[in-house]
Nanobody, 119 residues
Framework: VQLVESGGGLVQPGGSLRLSCAAS????????MTWYRQAPGKERESVAS????????HYADSVKGRFTISRDNAKNMVYLQMNSLKPEDTAVYYC?????????????WGQGTQVTVSS
């Protein structure tokens, strides 16, 4: 099982980045996918999630209207389009896959990609 994030980097305030997460080794289309982030000295927080079929999305209040999560089940990919970035968006962003089936929890994490918003 692998989740590999990419697309992070250094961007100026107001700029945009698109994060990608490539999944392999599990039935991607049956898992909900979530982007989390963790800033230095802070707890990991959920940023955006999307249902297995892509029809249901949820966002943290702090990113609503600026970030968009999407997925392509044919390519086993999930994306996070981040616009109007702010310095407080600086964090390591992680891709998460989750399925709860018959009371059993199946969950996988990527290694993270650094996003730095600074002038």
């Amino acid at each position: 099982v692998q989740l590999v994030e990419s697309g992070g980097g250094l961007v100026q305030p107001g700029g945009s980045l698109r994060l990608s997460c490539a999944a392999s080794g599990f039935s991607f289309s049956t898992y909900s996918m979530t982007w989390y982030r963790q800033a230095p000295g802070k707890e990991r927080e959920s940023v955006a999630s999307i249902g297995s079929a892509g029809g249901s999305t949820h966002y943290a209040d702090s990113v609503k209207g600026r970030f968009t999560i999407s997925r392509d089940n044919a390519k086993n990919m999930v994306y996070l389009q981040m616009n109007s970035l702010k310095p407080e968006d600086t964090a390591v962003y992680y891709c998460n896959a989750l399925k709860i089936n018959w009371g059993r929890r199946f969950e996988y994490w990527g290694q993270g990609t650094q996003v730095t918003v600074s002038s």
